[in-house]
């Protein structure tokens, strides 16, 4: 598909921290934090102006998904801007809770675990052509999955055998399955829900619940660009070679927990090769596929560029070639540094500390955000475009639609409900149309719902 | 609270959350570093054990 929907799902983890001593439940804590976006749509589930979802997620994570997204930058834009919506709500949330006699700090991590080891996620959406056979699909992408991590994995410190390591991956050790319909009771790397949102005689949604979130607007420009190519391959129907792998759960985990990247995944051919041989033949397989087809946006250069330099740092494990981009990276700089420093383990609490509050999203107080604030992460944005996601849809895809409809309804003070598809008008005659096309960027019968907004009822 | 959205943050307040990016230059350097390091231990809440052990949720999906 030369133009693709995107879209990214993202789950944050929440603590409370009180100065007196009064900690609140987590559930407390998420129902102050959304408070005023009860107040503003009447639910803890809406759509904001710039076409986004923001929703309060089993077990208490606040969660943001972007609207639908048709460029790289852009969608990197849209789920940056997830991060200011949520500040704000923090900000204010801390205030009342203030005006209620509650002196503390409200944290969120964009990460994927807690301290217990309960996991939460960063989904990704890819809208892909119907005609694309599922399994073959997921045969082929499955083994670039499993070794993705060595890209983009946000870097983790877990206890292996008594000793703690750091690993690539928060979200390796949860992952249960290469391929089912669960979320949560079994993880699978490939969800199929099979939620379109669009017409579904021509395309399917591709949910991908494998990645870690990331921190570094460079790092998640290679998660969802080198995704978005190897999708390309594969919807070209150009054959490549079988690297079905024989077990993905048991590679996910050992390729996450070695750290050197030469871990043997076992295919289902009998070859075993290491995750780095895996990784380097699919770069080939997409270099040759460019070459032959054209970069279709102005990224993929810069894409391929990066994770070529992640494949040659981790084989000669000469991490300062990337570690002002990607997440494991930067991190594993920041705690090694630190560690030896400070003469610590990396199982001392102070280290943990630091593993968490990488993720941090508040800009003085995150590691992440003090170390971009220093020049030692790179970005890929200017901050005026996360500022401008904040307030309004992409401008290329059905997003403006609804943010159009909502704003409307809300001018008119007009009741009104929408999902992904849908913008219903809920007064007078009323009336619901549904967008099935993701790529529209007007729709002339929701232009009549406004004008019947608009009118006395 | 404005109909508009629910953000508190007046038009006028609106800044981009990002700040400027700062090259240090003594970056690399063992003053640099240690410069770092104490930056991080300033932010960081103090007591790293209760910190961590508190931030416990229900999973997700």
Not at chain 1, 351 to 378: C, E, K, M, V
Request: charged fraction near 25%; hydrophobic fraction near 40%.
């Amino acid at each position: 598909m030369d133009r693709r929907i995107f879209g990214l799902e993202t789950e944050f983890g929440l603590n409370y921290v009180p100065s007196d001593g009064r900690r609140l439940t987590p559930e407390d804590a998420a129902r102050h934090l959304f408070r005023p976006v009860v107040a503003w749509g009447r639910s803890s589930n809406v759509f904001l102006n710039n076409g986004s979802r923001l929703y309060l997620d089993v077990g208490s994570h606040p969660e943001y998904a972007t609207a639908e997204c048709d460029q790289l930058l852009q969608l990197i834009a849209h789920d940056r801007a997830g991060e200011t919506v949520m500040l704000d709500l923090v900000e204010q949330a801390e205030e009342q809770l203030l005006e209620e006699g509650h002196e503390g700090r409200l944290f969120l991590f964009k990460n994927n675990v807690d301290s217990a080891g309960n996991s939460y996620g960063c989904h990704e959406n890819y809208l892909i052509p119907r005609k694309v056979e599922f399994k073959r699909l997921a045969d082929m992408l499955i083994p670039f999955l499993v070794t993705r991590q060595l890209l983009c994995g946000a870097g983790h410190l877990v206890q292996i055998e008594d000793e703690t390591k750091f690993v690539f991956s928060q979200r390796a050790d949860h992952m249960w399955e290469g391929v089912s319909s669960a979320t949560t009771r079994s993880r699978p790397i490939i969800n199929t829900r099979d939620e379109p949102h669009a017409d579904a005689q021509y395309h399917r949604r591709l949910h991908v619940i494998v990645g870690d979130s990331s921190m570094s607007e460079t790092t998640q420009l290679l998660k969802i660009g080198a995704t978005d190519l190897v999708l390309r391959l594969i919807e070209s129907g150009e054959i490549y070679h079988d690297l079905r792998l024989e077990n993905p759960i048991r590679s996910i985990r050992s390729i996450s927990h070695a750290f050197t990247g030469q871990t043997v995944v076992r295919l289902m051919s009998g070859d075993e090769p290491t995750a780095l041989q895996l990784q380097w033949k699919i770069l080939e397989l997409v270099k040759g596929f460019v070459a032959r087809h054209g970069a279709h946006h102005d990224q993929v250069e810069r894409v391929l560029e990066l994770w070529e330099r992640v494949l040659v740092a981790v084989e000669s494990q000469n991490f300062s070639l990337i570690d002002q981009d990607i997440d494991w990276a930067i991190k594993h700089k920041l705690i090694t540094g630190y560690a030896a420093k400070n003469n610590l383990g990396l199982d001392s609490h102070r280290i943990a500390q630091l593993n968490l509050t990488y993720h941090d999203i508040d800009p003085t107080r995150g590691l992440f955000h003090l170390l971009r604030r220093r020049g030692l992460a790179s970005s890929v944005l200017d901050p005026q475009a996360i500022a401008d996601a904040v307030e309004n849809p992409p401008a290329t895809t059905r997003a403006a639609i609804r943010s159009k409809f909502i704003r409307a309804a809300r001018e008119t003070g007009r009741r009104y409900s929408t999902d992904w598809v849908h913008m219903k008008y809920e007064e007078g005659e009323g009336g619901v149309v549904l967008c099935k096309d993701p790529f529209a960027t007007t729709n002339s019968a929701v232009d009549e719902l406004i004008e019947m907004m608009r009118r006395p009822v | 609270m404005t109909q508009e959205n629910f953000s508190a943050r007046r038009e006028n307040q609106a800044q981009p959350v990002e700040t400027e990016q700062v090259q240090v230059n003594t970056t690399g350097t063992s003053a640099g570093v240690d410069d770092l390091l104490d930056e991080i231990d300033s932010v960081l809440e103090s007591n790293a054990e209760e910190f961590v052990r508190g931030f416990i949720q229900k999973g997700g999906q």
